[in-house]
């Protein structure tokens, strides 16, 4: 059994986290910058960098206190070192880089794609590979089957948009605050999903990606014509995203068979609407699925820990010299 301190910092959420490699989580600490970032409608990549900084540090001993452990009883330290916003990355890499210095002990640097898509198997003891994932994010949009650690088969990307970021471009044409994906989910419970006819860029194609970039422009129009209310622009941009989804997922189900279960992560899982429809998808397919609580979807730290800790026990460490990387494609 190892101990590993995760560290996240790749993009508006600070986090340290304390994870043993019996997917237990000791202790995890968030602290969210959305008030800092607010007045300029979505994440200003300086601000954020400055942030964890200031943060960081203290997170990690509250972390440490919280699991009643010191730096010379964890095993490795893990930090993302990428993709993200760069300074961010740079921050939480150089902290991770310097406490293993400090101890002695092994740095693992972790993808930040690949802490979301191990992330499920802190919320369910029994998940097992090889699962399909459908990871929706503020910038990604995949379908991966899952293999084991370091073994993801891409099946499907976006060509355009990622799905998070049509739920923060729509949030900020109807006016509603940064972060954009919970406020349109807020606003659409009032709506009527059948309310405004919006595009299903490729539904129904035998490609196996998705688009979102039509849909954003049909939004547009849709609130230039001033003949919609907001809350049935969002219900309708909400349920095209849905159905957008679930199309690609059930080709991804039929295409690459095999999966033990259909798991779904990222910021873009929080969306009830989302995990409800994907449930249903799996439950037609006989697929048991796997949606980790809302904490777990969002950007944090014990899934750094935990892609860590994967990573440490098959003798996956990196050296000091880890690079910092702003795109790094799983
Ligand atoms: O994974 P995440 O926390 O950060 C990365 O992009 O890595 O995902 C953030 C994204 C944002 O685009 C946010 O608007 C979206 O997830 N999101 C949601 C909801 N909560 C967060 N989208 C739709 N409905 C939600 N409830
Ligand atoms: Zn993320």
New binding site residues.
Partial sequence: MSLILGIES??D?TAAALVASDRRILAHRLAGQEAAHRPYGGVVPEIAARAHVEILPRLVEEALAEAGVGLGDVDAIAATAGP?LIGGVMVGLLTAKGLALATGKPLVAVN??EG?ALSPMLADPDLAFPYLLLL?????CQLLFVEGVGRYRRLATTIDD????A??KT?KLLGLAY???????RVAAAGEAAAVPLPRPLVGSDEPHFSFAGLKSAVLRAKESGRHADADIAASF?QA?VDCLVDRTRRAIVAAPGATALVV??????????RAALADLAHRHDLPFVAPP?WL???NAAMIGWAGALRFEAGLIDGLDAPARARWPL
């Fill in positions: 790749s993009c959420e993200g930040h794609l979301h929706v994010s503020g910038g990604h990622a799905a998070g970021e739920f923060d949030a972060p954009g994906g919970p406020a349109v989910e909400q995203v992560a990222g910021g873009v899982a929080a969306n009830q609407a989302i809302l979807c969002t950007d």
